[in-house]
């Protein structure tokens, strides 16, 4: 295979000594490679090995790579365990586990929410058996995925009904494109919200067929505004939550309670996106006051629509609650066929809403309430039981010491507050001016089995101990001795 048509001329002092890729196969240091990968692959890597070793030895370049080149090409159990390492490489997961210690406990770009084992448990069923998914076990008949779920919603969130899509963009999406294609939403300035670059309220609006209808200036709109902007071309008065920024200084605006009255007179729905949507009360965690989906149907929001995976804390989903005439038109509307959740998703939403109905247990068994509400003291322990461990780890070019920091609730979730935290602050040393040690270091950490994510700034490498919990720790300790230089 692969011969070159110019062959070139090997030093004459060595002579070629490759085994054929039967020989490799038929070696007992094969069957596990074979039984592990199938044949096909383990032969294509066999091949492929012996293509480079034959290019390297007539390249001569060997010579320089390792004196024993000559001894190992003869060695079958020495190829095969290449093979092997090769294979591995070529299977090994692209999707895996890392520590977050960037500090900021619902990190997008880290798979937001981590589920509870009550979800976990419910998916690894979902994944195994045939689920009552559209199927209604009383009457025998064909049922509806989302009344997996409705009842929870209603009962969580006050709405009269509730339907989930694939995320909450998802659902802002179908909202917009059933109530108000081809007419107008109206919506202040300062809430054109932009998430994370690819979710912008004006996009969205455009792609689901409405029209926006700017209202206010960026920092003050008025009741009256909205008000003015009403008529008959009206289809939708909305709200977006200010996920990711805040608009202080000389500012107003208008509350849904406020709206609510001026919709209502004008037969006109009132939606709201709040992003987040917490389904408690986070001051009495300890937490800054969030405002909730129950809370802002009260205030007269005909739909509210939020993530599954932010403050929520569970899969990665889209909600719609509110009023049930408007959830049943979004119902019919062909997208939501597209835009609809798997049964992996619904088993794990149920269990994770099933917890809120136990609120006073709800930050032990809620994985990313319990995170946010560690208290620093538990990290603080945390950070000096392994900062000895890592400065060893590091040696005398890097200084670590444990120190206080901040930790963010993330996901554009209360996105001025920040939370006492605690962790372990990496520095490079004064003599050792090597150029961009933190970023070296930072990809070094990424080269762990399991890749340790941390966060740069004011020349130092901040690991925040808050998504670090105390079960994981003699892991993460023990892997560190496995730094890549
Ligand atoms: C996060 C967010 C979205 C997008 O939600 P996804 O679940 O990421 O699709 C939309 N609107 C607001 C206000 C948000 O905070």
Redesign the pocket.
């Known amino acids: 295979m692969n011969q070159p048509t110019a062959l070139p001329v090997p030093s004459p002092a060595r002579s070629i000594h490759l085994p054929s890729v039967d020989r490799m196969l038929a070696c007992s240091s094969c069957a596990a490679l074979i039984a592990t990968y199938g044949r096909a692959q383990t032969v294509d890597a066999a091949r492929a090995l012996l293509a480079d070793k034959r290019a390297c030895l007539l390249a001569g370049a060997d010579a320089a790579v390792d004196a024993d080149a000559d001894a190992a090409v003869e060695d079958i159990p020495a190829l095969n365990a290449q093979v092997g390492a090769r294979l591995a490489l070529a299977n090994r997961a692209q999707l895996k586990p890392v520590y977050n210690l960037t500090g900021t406990v619902l990190h997008?770009n880290l798979g937001r929410a981590l589920l509870p084992d009550a979800a976990v448990q419910a998916v690894v069923e979902a994944l195994q058996w045939p689920m009552n998914l559209e199927f209604d076990l009383d009457t025998g008949k064909r049922g509806d995925r989302d009344d997996l779920v409705e009842d929870l919603l209603r009962e969580l969130t006050g709405a009269e009904a509730a339907t989930v899509v694939n995320?909450?963009?998802?659902a802002?999406l179908l909202m917009l494109n059933t109530l108000a294609m081809g007419r107008e939403v109206v919506i202040s300035r300062g809430e054109l919200?932009e998430?994370g670059g690819a979710?912008r309220i004006p996009d969205v609006m455009q792609r689901a067929g409405a029209t926006l209808r700017e209202i206010g200036a960026t920092n003050r709109t008025h009741r009256a505004d909205y008000a003015n902007a009403l008529g008959p071309q009206t289809a939708l008065l909305m709200k977006?939550?200010a996920?990711?920024y805040s608009i202080t200084g000389f500012t107003k605006s208008v509350a849904v309670a406020e709206l609510a009255p001026l919709a209502r007179e004008h037969h006109v729905p009132l939606v709201v996106?709040?992003?987040?949507g917490t389904l408690v009360d986070l001051e009495r965690y300890g937490l800054p006051h969030e405002t909730t989906v129950r809370e802002t149907i009260a205030a007269g929001a005909d739909l509210v629509t939020f993530?599954g995976?932010?403050l929520l804390g569970g899969p990665?989903c889209?909600i719609i609650a509110g009023r049930a005439d408007l959830i049943a038109q979004i119902k019919k509307n062909p997208l939501k066929r597209a835009l609809r959740v798997g049964k992996l998703t619904l088993a794990a939403l149920a269990p994770v809403l099933a917890l809120y109905r136990a609120p006073d247990l709800l930050a032990e068994r809620l994985t990313t309430l319990r995170l946010l509400t560690r208290r620093a003291d538990a990290m603080q322990r945390q950070a000096v039981e392994l900062q000895p461990l890592l400065q060893h780890a590091l040696g005398p070019s890097y200084g670590v010491t444990a120190q206080a920091m901040l930790s963010q609730i993330g996901?554009?979730a209360l996105p001025v507050d920040q939370l006492p935290s605690y962790g372990l602050a990496v520095r490079a040393s004064p003599g050792c001016a090597v150029g961009n040690a933190l970023g070296r270091l930072e990809q070094r950490l990424r080269g762990l089995p399991v890749p340790v994510i941390g966060r740069i700034g004011q020349d130092t490498l901040w690991l925040d101990l808050r998504c670090l919990e105390e079960s994981q720790q003699p892991a993460f300790a023990a892997q560190l001795e496995r730094l890549p230089p």
């Open positions: 997008t995320n909450n963009a998802a802002v919200v998430i979710f977006v939550h996920s990711n996106d709040l992003g987040s993530s995976d932010k990665q889209g996901s554009g």
